[in-house]
């Protein structure tokens, strides 16, 4: 069947939905991610959700739940043990996560394929009632980032004057890692626990490329997550190949081409400064300024 035809279909085209909507939602934190410099605490969140997930798989009880619960989890944990020394402390959750994972998944006894999904996704396999969970939670996250929106931006442009103003800063380092924990819940069953990365950190990388305004940083964040999903989920349907690498490819490509406007950018900033600049022959004001009288 050509890619047309298999557009039809019932499941590709539930998969489509979770992927539009998976890259809309993604978007939406992306380059407070980046801008927050969580990339990493982002890649911890999605392996204990990965946990999360593969408990629940070896339980016999909702994936979709054991995900979530997993993710919140490691919100809960990093924001206990504190930001102080983040790098170690992320590092710490993050293998704690993936050794109980791989432990989960070794321990279940059903399919190999059930649990290698966790790992690189399984998009083609959304059913309606999951697609209606995602849809729900992103809504949830979407309107949460509405609302938070301007003290979020304030404590993540400058943490210590939105302290001072009042802001409850580590209120919402908590409440954003929740957020995050969320979308990783989904991201782990749609794409995996492994590529994660490629839409909820990539485009935001992309985006802060590109422009210096928060809000279009979202929104350009928002489209690049989306192309990414489902162009790599359209790419792979004819060859019947993995939707992931698809997903990192693009996602890939788009941050290349983001990076090379910024490069050509700032080089061009760079000229017109140094054009503006007097040259060292000639004094400050030109060859009539008072200065250049002897």
């Not at 938070?148 to 004057?161: G, I, N, S």
Request: aromatic share 6%; charged share 10%.
């Amino acid at each position: 069947m050509n890619t047309w035809d298999l557009l039809q279909v019932d499941f590709v085209q539930y998969a489509l939905v979770a992927s539009l909507l998976l890259g809309l939602v993604s978007g939406a934190l992306a380059p407070l991610i980046v801008m927050r410099k969580m990339s990493f605490a982002a890649h911890a969140t999605g392996e204990l959700a990965l946990m999360g997930a593969a408990a629940a798989l070896l339980f016999g009880v909702s994936v979709t739940t054991g995900a979530v619960l997993g993710a919140v989890l490691a919100a809960v944990v990093l924001a206990l043990l504190g930001l102080k020394e983040q790098d170690a402390t992320v590092g710490v959750v993050l293998a704690f996560g993936m050794g109980l994972s791989v432990l989960f998944i070794y321990l279940y006894p059903g399919r190999t394929s059930e649990a290698y999904a966790l790992l690189t996704g399984q998009i083609v396999g959304v059913s309606g009632a999951s697609l209606g969970v995602l849809a729900l939670m992103s809504v949830l996250v979407v309107g949460a980032v509405a609302v938070l929106w301007r003290p979020l931006l304030f404590a993540t442009v400058d943490p210590v004057m939105a302290a001072a103003s009042g802001v409850p800063v580590k209120l919402l380092a908590a409440a954003f890692a929740v957020l995050i924990g969320i979308v990783a819940s989904q991201g782990v069953q749609i794409v995996g626990a492994l590529l994660l990365l490629a839409l909820l950190i990539t485009p935001g990388a992309a985006a802060v490329r590109v422009t210096s305004n928060p809000l279009m940083a979202v929104v350009l964040s928002a489209v690049f997550a989306t192309t990414a999903a489902a162009g790599g989920l359209v790419l792979s349907l004819e060859p019947g190949l993995p939707v992931s690498p698809f997903v990192t490819t693009i996602s890939f490509t788009i941050y290349l081409v983001c990076r090379g406007i910024g490069w050509a950018r700032g080089r061009r900033v760079i000229r017109d400064e140094t054009r503006q600049r007097p040259s060292p022959a000639e004094p400050v004001g030109g060859p009539d300024h008072p200065q250049s009288v002897s």
